[in-house]
Nanobody, 124 residues
Framework: QVQLVESGGGLVQAGGSLRLSCVAS????????MGWFRQAPGKEREFVAA????????SYADSVKGRFTISRDNAKNTAYLQIDSLKPEDTAVYYC?????????????????WGQGTQVTVSS
């Protein structure tokens, strides 16, 4: 299976931006659709965004549309999540995950592999 490592989290003021990265190794990255999820303190992990194997297809949770952009660079085995106009409610641990089934992108159970997560903290 593919292994995933996230980076790019940090402490940022409301209104700021971050770009999260997810580097994959071990298998052919372009064979996997990628998803980003987040888990805020005391809450369940939730879907944020997903991107198909080629990068042509993307999907977003309603709560992040217009502020978050998912992308990927298959030559670099990396998926990205650009987060703009950050809000305090975006504070969470952000996880990337890999799945064979982009059609089931919001279903956490369809994802084979998960990264360790990267913390994003937004101050007001």
């Amino acid at each position: 299976q593919v292994q995933l490592v996230e980076s790019g989290g940090g402490l940022v003021q409301a209104g700021g931006s971050l770009r999260l990265s997810c580097v994959a190794s071990g298998r052919t990255f372009s064979n996997y659709a990628m998803g980003w999820f987040r888990q805020a303190p005391g809450k369940e992990r939730e879907f944020v965004a997903a991107i198909g194997c080629s990068g042509r297809s993307t999907s977003y949770a309603d709560s992040v549309k217009g502020r978050f952009t998912i992308s990927r660079d298959n030559a670099k085995n990396t998926a990205y999540l650009q987060i703009d106009s950050l809000k305090p409610e975006d504070t969470a641990v952000y996880y990337c995950a890999a799945t064979r089934y982009y059609s089931d992108y919001a279903n956490q159970k369809s994802y084979l592999t998960w990264g360790q997560g990267t913390q994003v903290t937004v101050s007001s």
